[in-house]
């Protein structure tokens, strides 16, 4: 058996565990198990912060994993690993998203911040670093649901441009202006905010570029 | 308004606009002059690019949603039951 498995969410891009993944009998088996223990803290964190439920996040990771599963073989290898199974977790939280619209009677396209359902209780975090960054942390959840995606795929995850482009089935230059209006409202969302609260001018010291 | 001080001033808007290609190093240097020339003399603007900075390095909220670790547990179980995947210790 040639495989080596990977240990963290990145290195299941390598074309050897690609080949292991797709291996017949206890070879593939093995490496899909740890594809699960590689992918899943960043997979469920993915969703979970798109999803109000935890119970509804496991569902659909674990759905995630059954479509991977199935469609592993027609998987070409054209984009990463890693690019392909947040396009499959996208597509089912895109279907969670549209089946409460249509149970709610609404139409496809979205108001602000709707990652979530009715009624339920907000994602838990942590307790924040400092003020600033929990602000952000706010204002993301007031981002439109297709410009927390876009911002969730590119600046939390670290997807390239081109990656977030291709799981959200848009151009790269319209994921760019996206991506950066997203950026513009979390932090006008944060200045207000601050300006408020009167914490203007402690957001920390200037750096060089990302 | 001088010719020079003309050509270097850009508004706050067009300022913030640029923030995207300044820190992707997409700037055109005579861009990226008149961008700085109007971030010395800015706080607000220095101050609105500290924040999208940070907006654009979210790695860290990666990590502020923390899951039981059952959840692995309970997938693989999951994914067993199906006959996919190995069973086990699924922190092995």
């Known amino acids: 058996m040639s495989l080596s498995a990977p240990t963290d969410f990145e290195e299941i891009d390598s074309p050897e565990f690609l080949k292991s993944l797709r291996a017949d009998g206890v070879e593939g088996n093995t490496a899909f198990t740890a594809l699960v223990k590689a992918a899943n803290d960043r997979l469920f964190g993915f969703i979970r912060r798109q999803l109000s439920s935890r119970e509804e996040s496991l569902e659909v990771v674990q759905e995630v994993y059954l479509t991977l599963h199935k469609d592993l073989p027609g998987f070409a290898g054209k984009s990463r690993l890693t690019t392909w199974v947040f396009g499959q977790a996208h597509r089912k939280i895109m279907d969670r998203a549209a089946d409460r619209k249509h149970a709610r009677g609404e139409t496809a396209g979205a108001g602000p911040g709707d990652g979530g359902q009715e009624g339920s209780a907000p994602p838990e975090r942590l307790a924040p670093r400092n003020a600033v960054e929990a602000l952000i942390g706010k204002a993301m959840e007031s981002l439109p649901e297709q410009s927390l995606r876009i911002y969730h795929l590119r600046d939390v995850e670290g997807l390239s441009g081109e990656e977030a482009a291709e799981v959200m089935g848009i151009a790269p230059d319209e994921m760019r202006v996206q991506l950066h209006r997203a950026r513009r409202h979390i932090v006008d969302w944060a200045r207000e905010k601050m300006a408020a609260a009167g914490t203007k001018g402690k957001s920390g010291g200037e750096g060089g570029k990302a | ?92």
């Open chain 2, 1 to 92: 308004m001088s010719g020079l001080k003309q050509l270097a001033f850009y508004p706050c808007e067009k300022v913030r606009d640029l923030m995207i290609d300044y820190l992707e190093d997409k700037l055109p240097s005579f861009k990226g002059i008149r961008f700085h020339l109007h971030l010395n003399t800015c706080a607000q603007c220095r101050e609105y690019l500290i924040l999208y900075r940070k907006a654009a390095n979210a790695s860290t909220f990666r990590k502020e949603d923390p899951h039981p670790e059952e959840c692995l547990e309970s997938v693989l179980r999951f994914l067993a039951q199906r006959g996919i995947g190995v069973s086990g210790d699924p922190a092995s």
